[in-house]
């Protein structure tokens, strides 16, 4: 069965750094880039970017460059989402998910991490 | 501001047909594939629709799928309680390079 497995719950201070992981099984890793979508308490979904797996070369949505990096361990298929320096904005639920059959569908979800950044 | 615009809210009695509404642009709907999901609260979202009018292995033909230029829809029939959830779009931006969803919609079944 394909999966994408993401690591638990995190509640962290502001000025933390914070790694949360995305495990691929059943699937052929490196064949598909890993997308991160991020949803804030009660709102919508938010595209963060993209890494591909075989290189962690990413790109990144309109307006989140900078604030956190993506990358890959394929040893283990797994993706990575992490941040040097964690602000209360950026507590929200994160998934992670596969792109299907176009670079606008994704066809396989992570069960979501939630991070809580507060002091 | 989502690049694509949805109704916040949509709502038909059951067993009535409901239809949710995604408006882009050229350099999104009007050029790429339209996919729609599903999501209930507390979980993740689903793929409910992808390629503008294709339904993934499990999901019952009571979902449709169109597009006509720089927009898309969502149609469901024969509504039950159980499909009472959020409901996005989302394409590729050729400009942006990105991913875009819409803001979401949210399907009350009275």
């Known amino acids: 069965e394909e999966q994408l497995m993401q690591s638990g719950a995190e509640v962290k201070k502001p000025g933390e750094s914070l790694r949360i992981s995305c495990q691929a099984s059943?699937?052929?890793?490196?064949?598909?880039?890993i997308y991160w979508v991020r949803q804030r308490p009660g709102k919508g979904l938010e595209w963060l970017g993209r890494v591909d797996p075989s290189t962690s070369y990413s790109t990144y949505g309109p307006s989140f460059q900078g604030h956190f990096s993506m990358s890959t361990d394929m040893s283990i298929s797994t993706a990575y989402l992490q941040w040097s320096s964690l602000e209360a904005s950026d507590t929200a639920i994160y998934y992670c998910?596969?792109?299907?059959?176009?670079?606008?569908?994704?066809?396989?979800w992570g069960q979501g991490t939630q991070v809580i950044v507060s002091s | 501001q989502s690049v694509l615009t949805q109704p916040p809210s949509v709502s038909a009695a059951p067993g009535q047909e409901v239809t949710i509404s995604c408006s882009g642009s050229?350099?999104?709907?009007?050029?790429?594939?339209v996919s729609w999901y599903q999501q209930f609260p507390g979980t993740a979202p689903k793929l409910l629709i992808y390629d503008n009018n294709q339904r993934p292995s499990g999901i019952p033909d009571r979902f449709s799928g169109s597009k006509s230029g720089p927009s898309a829809t969502l149609g469901i029939t024969g509504l039950q309680t159980g499909d009472e959830a959020d409901y996005y779009c989302?394409?590729?931006?050729?400009?942006?390079?990105?991913?875009?969803f819409g803001g979401g919609s949210r399907l009350t079944v009275l």
């Open positions: 989302a394409t590729w931006d050729s400009i942006l390079s990105s991913v875009v």
């Open positions: 050229d350099s999104n709907i009007g050029t790429n594939y």
């Open positions: 059943g699937y052929t890793f490196k064949s598909f880039w």
């Open positions: 998910a596969r792109p299907g059959t176009s670079d606008g569908c994704l066809d396989l």
